[in-house]
C-alpha cells in the first residue's frame, strides 16, 4: 500500500507536535527510539522519507528547519516478487493490435522464464507510481514507436514518469538494480526525431540507474551483436531472451537484487540526434495543450 505523501504528512503531525512536548519537559534520548519507530513505520507506507528522523535525532535540540525539508526515495525491492515485464506503446488503432508485438516478444520466450502479461506504458499513472511498481520488476523489456517526436497514446505515462523521475533529486539511483533493453519502431523518413521515444526511454531508464541488458534494437538498422544489417524484432527478441537465461542461469534461477552486474554493450548513434531535447520540447507543447494526441491518430 502506498499512502500519498499528503497523508504521510498529516500522520506524522501528532508525532511532531508530541515529540516538541516531549523535548520541553523531558530528556530527548529516551523517547526517540520510540519517536524512530514510529517514523519507520510511517516510512513503510510512503515511497518517500521526509527527514523528520534525522530532525528528530538531533542532539544539540535546536531544530534546523521544521517539517518537511528532504525527500528521498526509499527503495524496497522484494526479490520474491521480482519477475520480467514488458512494456509497450504503439500507435495502431485497434486496441487489441497495441500489444501485438509485447505478444510476439513475449512468445520467443522458450526457457520459460518467469514474465508477467505484457502491460502498455499508461499502466504506470504517475511518476511515483511507476518507481513503485518498478520494484517489483527484475528485468523490463520495453518496445516502443514515436511520431512526430512524440510516444504513442498508450505509452505517454511511461515516458513522463521516466522524465518527472529523472528530474527529482534522490540520495541513490532509485532504479538500481534494475536491468532493461528497449527495442525501437520508427522510419528514418522522419529524421528530425527518428526513433526519439525509444532512445529517451533508454536513455532515461539509465539516468535512473538501470542497467542494459543488450543493446538498443531499431528496426531495420544494423545491429553489431548479432551481425545484422537490418534488425527484426524476432531477432532481438531471440537474442534479449538469450540473455536473460543466462542471466538467470548463472544465478540458478534465483531472482536476487543485484546492482553490481555490468555489461560491455556499446550504445548506438544517439549523439548527434539532439531526441532529447526536441522530445522535451514536444512533450511540452503536449502539456501546454498546443499538441493534442487525438490529432496524431
Ligand atoms: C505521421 C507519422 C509520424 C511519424 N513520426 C516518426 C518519428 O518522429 N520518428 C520515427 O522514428 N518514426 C516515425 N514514424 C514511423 C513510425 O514510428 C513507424 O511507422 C512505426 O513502425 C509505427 O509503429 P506503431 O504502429 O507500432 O506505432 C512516423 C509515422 C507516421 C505515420
Redesign the pocket.
Known amino acids: 500500500m502506498n499512502l500519498n505523501d499528503t497523508s504521510v504528512i498529516i500522520a506524522r503531525l501528532p508525532l511532531t507536535l508530541l515529540y516538541f512536548q516531549h523535548k520541553r519537559f523531558t530528556c530527548c534520548s529516551c523517547l526517540a527510539p520510540v519517536f524512530n519507530a514510529l517514523d519507520n513505520a510511517l516510512d513503510k507506507y510512503s515511497i518517500h522519507n521526509w527527514g523528520l528522523r534525522e530532525f528528530w535525532w538531533l542532539k544539540d535540540g535546536s531544530p534546523r528547519i521544521m517539517f518537511p525539508f528532504r525527500r528521498t526515495f526509499t527503495i524496497q525491492p522484494n526479490p520474491s516478487k521480482r519477475y520480467i515485464d514488458i512494456v509497450y506503446g504503439?500507435?495502431?488503432k485497434a486496441p487489441q493490435a497495441h500489444g501485438l508485438?509485447a505478444e510476439a516478444l513475449k512468445s520467443l520466450n522458450k526457457s520459460r522464464l518467469r514474465c508477467n502479461p505484457p502491460r502498455s506504458g499508461n499502466e504506470f499513472m504517475t511518476s511515483e507510481d511507476l518507481l513503485v511498481s518498478l520494484q517489483d520488476t527484475s528485468k523490463l523489456i520495453v518496445v516502443t514507436?514515436?511520431?512526430?517526436?512524440l510516444p504513442?497514446p498508450n505509452m505517454l505515462k511511461f515516458v513522463e514518469g521516466l522524465i518527472k523521475a529523472a528530474d527529482e533529486k534522490f540520495e541513490r539511483k532509485p532504479l538500481t538494480g534494475l536491468h532493461h533493453a528497449v527495442f525501437g519502431?520508427?522510419?528514418?523518413?522522419?529524421f528530425k526525431?527518428?526513433?526519439?521515444i525509444p532512445r529517451l526511454i533508454d536513455a532515461k531508464l539509465t539516468e535512473l540507474g538501470s542497467k542494459r541488458i543488450i543493446p538498443r534494437g531499431e528496426?531495420f538498422e544494423s545491429y553489431k551483436n548479432l551481425n545484422l544489417d537490418h534488425l527484426k524484432l524476432s531477432d532481438w527478441g531471440t537474442y534479449v531472451w538469450d540473455e536473460l537465461d543466462k542471466m538467470e542461469g548463472e544465478r540458478e534461477r534465483e531472482w536476487e537484487y543485484d546492482d553490481t552486474w555490468t555489461n560491455s554493450c556499446e550504445v548506438m548513434g544517439e549523439e548527434n540526434t539532439g531526441y532529447l531535447e526536441l522530445t522535451l520540447e514536444v512533450l511540452k507543447q503536449y502539456e501546454d495543450g498546443i499538441v493534442r494526441m487525438n490529432k496524431?491518430k
Open positions: 504503439s500507435f495502431m508485438e514507436s514515436s511520431r512526430n517526436g504513442p519502431n520508427g522510419n528514418a523518413k522522419w526525431t527518428y526513433m526519439s528496426y496524431l
